[in-house]
């Protein structure tokens, strides 16, 4: 078995370069570490043996990082964020379209957001820190359409609007638990209830 190790004199303690390629025995490129030509800004790619990048590490021009996974198409799968200090996770689909996000808002609020082939939110569930919560399902131009949500005492509402958002019909408890249904004109002013 060859012996690998190297001398103390022959490791530096410090390497400075703008950039590193790793190759495999047949002089592909398998990885490289460096700087973009676009803005400086660092990162760090591995490919596969096709030449397709199948994970990127980089840091964008505003400082952000991203962790980002490929397929053997080279198309991005999984992205790992951070935007303005807020975590967020995406899942595209085999075509590179967003399907999927979970991220915190700009309120610390928790989302997990469905999209559609267009890439439209389409189903939504929140989660706010006073432990409010809600499901949003949205039409597909991303205008919410149907709201259920519970309050953090645990009080639960649906609401129905058009797709101007004007609210149509709402179902609630009463303080005492009892249900009330209303429904209201294309201005959304209240026009039958019940009780």
Known sequence: MADHSLNPEQVQDVVCARSFKLVDSDGRIRADL??????????FTMYNKGGKAIVKIVTSADGNPAFVLFDDYGKPRIGLH??????????????GYL???LFTSEEQELQLTFYDMDEKPRVSLLMKLDGESGIFLADKDGIHRCTLTITPDGKPSLKMTDEYTYS????DLSDLGNPELRFNNESGNEFFSIP
């Open 99 to 101: 399907r999927l996000s």
């Open 168 to 171: 149509r019909a709402e179902l």
């Open 34 to 43: 460096g700087l973009s030509s676009e803005d400086g800004s660092p990162g």
């Open 82 to 95: 951070i935007v303005d200090g807020r975590p967020r996770l995406d899942l595209a689909d085999e075509k």
